[in-house]
């Protein structure tokens, strides 16, 4: 008689997206309520209609663009393995990918200063549509090609729809009550965008993969049009920029010449918080599915944004009402409770729902982290050259990146719990870098146009 072994797959619990889901809702419902010192966001009467116009539209364009960026990530290496591509190429085109932004992506954050920033959007929008026509028209599309123009395009869209944002909002002289409020519902579209990412390309599949990505490939294509559509609409009138020359100059004085080393802090950390998410990003789903154990990545993934999601609601919690807590002081033990996390990740892989709850933690503290790095940047940071230095401090996390996937994808040099512990260890230097900020308080960087 023959024993039969049945294997289970390890899947969260419903009551898991049903936590989510409802902290969020209660989280966004009571808000009004617990910050009455203040009105809320864009039922501030101090926010001219003009203003709150373009900020509607600016956050569809965004959720829409997320939605976008998402489609790609659904089918990842099982798309390049369904044409074909092997192990070993899938890690040149990844390499070729970090190389293009590595290179190409300082030119392209001075660019959008220099140009105006919704033109940067634009061309994200655009680099999308290409990818997706450039799919449905070709049946095996050279896989470095597309890695190359997603990768820029998530270059741009790291720093170019912030910096958008940002430089209306100085253009139409509004409060910063309202930008704050627009930087946590940034993060919290983009969690849910991306979820409905998922959502989508898995109904356009319907269990038939080879549809599937036929089908997400003429989403994007739509969705981009549909972007490109709307940016046009939205961006009315010529941004101000500043003459090449200003520009240059001020350039090399306030982030290359060191004039305010507050900046060189905040760009650090930011480095270091791009190194750890990207290595996370590689490795989270190998350290799931160690040691043969099986798991429903797609679950799970939605679990991380969920958690994310929920963080970024947490921010107007922290730095409103009767609790006005400095970004600085947050941000401070953030880093160090994320570098704990990971830090127990390397060490061990731990049982897998011990691990989504590690996880989860993690995304949970990014979600709440991107918000305040982006209320730090408007603090320390002159709008006119925040493209550039957003771009510029994702330099040293790119080259980090880059030689991590040659060691580990082609001389096997570097262990995966080595590469965990390294996003760890970088964690706890961003931590010491905001305690450093933290200490000097915040810059009068009105004053750099003087220069």
């Keep these: 008689m023959g024993v039969v072994i049945e294997s289970s797959v390890w899947e969260p619990s419903p009551s898991v997206f049903v936590f989510f889901f409802v902290c969020t809702f209660f ?5 009004p309520y617990y910050a009455k010192s203040r009105t809320f966001g864009s039922f501030d009467h101090g926010v001219s209609s003009s203003f709150v116009r373009f900020q509607r539209w600016f956050l569809f364009i965004y959720a829409l663009s997320s939605v976008v960026e998402g489609l790609w ?12 591509v092997r192990k070993e190429s899938m890690v040149f085109c ?18 959008s200063d220099l140009i105006g920033h919704q033109k940067i959007c634009l061309l994200f929008c655009v680099l999308h549509f290409v990818v997706g026509a450039w799919k449905r028209i070709t049946r095996s599309p050279i896989a470095w090609f597309v890695n190359v123009c997603l990768s820029l395009s998530s270059l741009m869209f790291s720093f170019g729809f912030e910096t958008w944002m940002v430089v209306e909002h100085e253009k139409q002289s509004q409060r910063n009550h309202s930008l704050n409020d627009t930087f946590w519902l940034m993060s919290f579209l983009e969690s849910a965008s991306l979820i409905g990412s998922q959502v989508l390309a898995n109904w356009l599949a319907d269990n038939n993969n080879q549809r599937g990505i036929a089908s997400s490939a003429t989403a994007s294509l739509l969705l981009s049009l549909v972007a490109i559509i709307s940016i046009f609409r939205t961006a009315k009138g010529s941004l101000k920029t500043l003459a090449f020359r200003d520009y240059t100059t001020a350039f090399c004085s306030y982030v290359l010449g060191g004039k305010d080393n507050r900046i060189w802090l905040l760009g650090t950390s930011q480095a270091c918080l791009q190194f750890a998410i990207a290595v996370f990003w590689t490795l989270w789903a190998p350290t799931m599915v160690a040691d043969g154990r099986e798991v429903n990545l797609g679950l799970i993934y939605t679990c991380l944004l969920g958690a994310r999601m929920l963080g ?5 919690w922290l730095l409103s009402g009767e609790s006005l807590l400095r970004a600085e002081d947050c941000l401070v033990y953030i880093y160090a409770i994320l570098g704990i996390v990971l830090s127990i990740v390397a060490y061990d892989y731990q049982e897998v729902g011990f691990l989504v709850v590690l996880f989860c933690l993690f995304h949970g503290g990014y979600g709440l982290m991107l918000p305040l790095l982006a209320r730090l940047r408007t603090m320390y940071v002159p709008n006119e050259l925040r493209g550039g230095m957003m771009s510029l401090s994702q330099v040293p996390a790119n080259a980090a990146v880059l030689f991590c996937l040659i060691q580990r994808g082609y001389g096997h040099r570097i262990e995966n719990s080595t590469m965990m512990a390294s996003s760890a260890v970088s964690l706890f230097i961003a931590s010491g870098c905001i305690f450093s900020l933290r200490r000097w308080g915040k810059p009068p960087h009105q004053d750099w146009h003087k220069l």
């Design 27 to 31: 989280s966004i419902l009571l808000l």
């Design 73 to 84: 990530s659904v089918f990842g290496d099982f798309e390049l393995a369904y044409y074909g």
């Design 94 to 111: 990844l390499c070729v990918g970090c190389a293009a932004i590595l290179i190409a992506g300082p030119v392209l954050g001075v660019l």
């Design 312 to 316: 970024s609601t947490v921010f107007p």
